[in-house]
């Protein structure tokens, strides 16, 4: 057991080298941050000066160096475009972003769960298709369109919301709405195969067979078990959310990750771009070995065959 | 994209000189009020120091708020006395003295004086700063009010970078400074400026107070907040819903928007970057380009000003020039024609009678807009090609990298005057330069080393004049840049500043209804 | 309560026509059909040049409204282009970038998706580390770095999004050829002394055919949508090529201003080619594969 964790530590961290590799040249050949931080056609001496400021005249190996070296004392260095700690930024843009997230979540397994009940007890009946097509429409509008139609309805003509920002209660409202609506289909449609699986199952029928009433069937015993994959689900999309958040972010001027790595990209920010994307990553691989170590703890076969 | 050009000093014109005193009636009272600005640009902390400013205008968005320079450019003077009384040349230009204000005070309590000048000075290393320090010999303060510039050598242009195309006459607290140290400085920023620093939260908002102890005016408006607002279109419809009172950059039709909305206005101001398309082909006999017909009939081919109407509301300024017209040494030509019938002759007189496929159309992603509407121009003549946006990085970079071909439509904001643009665009060996003739190379050469003013203007003149003649580019335009002004501000301080086009200044700004 | 799996996965083959079948989505089936007929005929159906306008009649409104005329039915854009030539050279276009970016998906997630499951070991570690690393690189984030790379062209899009949307194949897959591995035919072909690679085509493949294509109906909609952010982003489709996707980020501006028919006209093909393909797939996975869940 030691050695397949042994093992599976290693892995990972090897993924984790890969990744910092790939990511530190993948920025690097797409453009240059200097030419960015400056107006074209500035003085040569000033792009120089930038270049040498930023450590852009060192050759790329000791880039590279210079970048693991400090990755190991924790520090991911300074960002070009604010000249400020990628830490710093990273840790003042996470609770936005978890935030968002964890509202968006609740709202699209809000939509997600009954809907996805419903088709799955009225099977091809009315509210089985409007349900699963209420759901379908979030993930087949661009999030950037019904963003601005929102604002449009909500905060321009009917006046009720802020436009974008972040601070209260009402400003969380449409970003979290425009996002969890874009993942609500995914969970709809778990919970209705996931419960349509448990209804055909055994202990169901049982349960009818004694004489319980349905709404008790399936709204406690049904749905409980029927649940779980889509709990699982929604922490997968979690992660995932805090990452495609970029266009909700956009529209609302909403201060997450998903902008930060964006505008990193952008202005080639090299420090923001490794950061988000080093720190992404560990968090995935992190999730990842805890669940196979988990899975291996449980069922012995897994490490004999690996 | 300002220039803060030093070199045609604008008379104060008669309305100025009327704003201004109308605006100065207010510093009586205290200050009072909110004003919220939408910002198109996430704000950077590097922005707070004037010694890291680098060579784009967005910084001076904050500097003029929350610092001071010794001169810089105010409403009806780009080189007005600020912080400084006065500042002498000495007759050989080896020497600038300067005297400076006395009473002022930073947002700490304490007092400005010379010694904070000199450090400011020293401390700075944004754009320019190796020119400055390879130039400057020494600074010697007389007393706390009184110091002298001294140059290794005479250099005409120093003033336009002391005290225009760089920070380094912006000045900070020396003790303050010492104290803190840059990071510290740059979470907790002083200045000299009429508004102090509050709060800010990155990717967010900038807050910021007034300063009654400012030393021009007591700022009308108590708090100035920054709203940081990506997606224009959601400015736009804060503004409408007067979650901010001023917009930046609001583009196309959405300015169209603003004129439409009761109590909204729309705020043009030209920046000095002009727009142009470039054929990097011409050098290249086999290229249709190579024949200047073919590039003279793309610049008649393009219709400039419907073109200005529809994507800025006639606000840019149409140019047949790459310098911008406020720089130093500039020659003026009239604005180029759109005659597609001589465009069509041009190209049929250069054997393309039924058009040609002339290949790619590059643009930098933000401004392909200008390129859909070329395109059809082009195509119109009978010049069919094929739009290629890159996104900004990959377009900068292609472009320097000599690796773009047919015609590239690019655009330059960067300080300077005409040489140093011409250094980048046009002579042998710039940047962005393709290809070069001899006969601009030479009288290149010949005004680098020209001491006389007179003559090298006339040189450099000559030089935009074969620029002009050999059709190297077809310049489009000098960009409008366009804002929203809400309906609770009275003075929005746009346009106050010549090529300047944020608000500014701000203790000049007021609301409605309180003064 | 163990839940009875079927020993063959033949449950899949059917004799009678698809068309017959309980449920048969004929709606979405149609408007597809529909999409791809303009698609194809699109030269001839178009009124205009998609690509041509003039700033001369832009933002012109549907022909109902006053102000249009039956010139331009739909309105025309920004550019003064022709909205409705536009929406059908559109099709084309979403049809060619949709179709061939999920096919560049799904061949690369199934070939690593089968090598990884089967073969396990090593080069089930390398594949499942990528996909790892590749969750860690959001979708939009790494198509953006490649449209930097390669430049953007209808191409380029198309391979940006196989490459981005790849992995989702790759593990469904595996999960899929794990669970096929421990079935009798395999065993037996093993054990007939078939090799690894002919087991993998002959048997491994075709039993989870099914399984990729419904995950394809359903990748085409998220593709779709993908496509249309990364133009709002700037990285997308190139302009003036008339893409539904691009329309709408376009047209985003037009929605403040009261010019509607930019966005709706397109965001209503972009919404029916979407539910359409996905309540299309939600049917072919009852009918092929009832195993197949958390797609």
Redesign the interface.
Known sequence: MKQYIARRVG??L???F??SV??FL??R???DPVSLLVEPGASPEDIENIRRQLGLDQPLWEQYWHFMASLFAGDLGQSFYYRVPVLDLYFQRLPHSLLLAAVAMALSLLIGIPSGILAAVRV?GFWDSAG??FA??G???????VG??LI?FFSVYLGWLPSSGSGGVLHLLMPAFTLGWYFA?AHM??TR??ML?VLG???IKLARLKGLPEALVIGKHALKNALI?VIT?AGINL??MI??A??VE?VFAWPGI?RL??EG??FRDFPV?QGV??I??A???MV?LLVDILYALIDPRIRL?? | MVSLSTTRRGVLGLSTAAMIGATLRATDAAPEGELRVGVHVSLAPTWFDPAETPGIITPFMLLYAMHDAVIKAMPGDPMAPCLAESCTMSPEGLSYALSLRKGVKFHNGEELTAEDVKFSLERYRGAASKSLRDRVANVDIHDPHRLTIRLKEPWPDFLTFYAGASGAGWIVPKKYVEQVGDEGFKKAPIGAGPYRFVSFTPGVELVCEAFDGYWRKKPAIKRLVFKVIPD??TR??ALQRNEIDIAYSI????A??LL?TPGLAIKPALGSAPYWLYFPEQWDPQSPWHDRRVRQAASFAL?RK??N??LTLGHSRLTGSIFPENFEFYWALPPPAYDPARARKLLAEAGHARGFDAGDYYCD??Y??I???A??NL?EVGIRVK?????R??FFKAYSEKKLKNIVQGASGAFGNCATRAEAFVAKGGTYVYGSYPDIDELFAEQAVEMDRAKRAATLQRLQQLVHDKAIYAPIWQLAFISGVGPRVDQSGFGLIKGFVYTAPYEDLTLKGKA | ?A?ITPVTTDTVASTAPFWRLK?FPVIPVSILLLIAFVAVFADVLAPHDPQ?????R??KPPFWLEGGSLVYPLGTD???RDVLSRLIFGARVSMVVGITAVLVAGSIGTLLGIMSGYL??WA??VVM??T??W???????FA??L???V???ELNIILILGLVYWTRYARVIRGEVLSLKQREFVRLAVVAGCSSRLIMWRHILPNVINSAIVLATLML??VI?TE??LS????GV???KPAW?LM??DG????????WWL?VFP?IC??L???SA??LG?WLRVKLDPQL???
């Open positions: 892995y990972s090897l993924s984790l890969l990744l790939t990511i993948f920025v050949v797409t453009g091809d699963k097509i379908l429409l993930l087949s509008l661009p999030q950037f369109w601005l139609v449009l289909a449609r778990l195969s996931s699986e199952s055994e202990y994959p689900l992660v995932v990452n495609v970029v266009v956009t998903g790595l964006y990209i952008t771009v994307v080093i992404g990553g968090m995935i691989v990842n065959e690996s | 224009e279109s736009l419809a583009r196309g039709e959405l169209d928007e439409r219709d419907t073109m109407e529809a992603t933000s392909a807009n390129g859909e509407v395109l059809n195509r739009l290629r946006p890159l996104e990085a990959a | 309560m839940v449920g041509i306008g003039s700033l001369a832009r933002f920004h550019v003064g396990g070991g089930d570690q580390r990528i790892d690393t969750l860690a690189l959001p979708a939009l984030t953006i770095f449209a930097a790379i430049g953007p062209s909609g998220v949508v249309a952010s709002f982003l700037g990285v190139p302009p003036p996707g709408m980020a985003k501006k037009g929605l403040m201003v009261g010019y966005t965001g972009i919404m080619m979407v539910l996905n309540l939600d869940r958390q797609l």
